[in-house]
């Protein structure tokens, strides 16, 4: 099925704005996993920062494995816009 010629050019715009949008939540989760880490969250004990702050950090570098095998970036000139 060949889709109208607008909703074609306005497709890896869309891509290009959830590939940065994920790599800002990717950067808040690191963020927030190390700062939990190092200075602690009031609200929790230190065993329970520091867990939290692994598991954040482990789910931040597994979105970022998810965003590179679904940007294709392991397959050199792969554009995942176009099917």
């Known amino acids: 099925m060949k889709l109208p010629q607008d ?21 808040i989760y690191l963020f927030s996993g190390i700062f939990l880490l190092v ?4 609200g929790l004990t230190k065993t329970q920062s520091l867990g939290l702050g692994i598991l ?4 931040a570098v597994f979105r970022i494995y998810r965003i590179m095998k679904e ?3 392991e ?9």
Do not use: H, I, Q
């Open 7 to 27: 909703a074609d050019s306005r497709k890896p715009l869309s891509w290009a704005f959830k590939t940065a949008f994920s790599y800002l939540m990717v950067c």
């Open 39 to 42: 200075k602690g969250w009031s």
């Open 56 to 59: 954040l950090l482990v789910y």
């Open 71 to 73: 940007s294709g970036m």
């Open 75 to 83: 397959e050199p000139g792969n554009k995942p816009w176009e099917e």
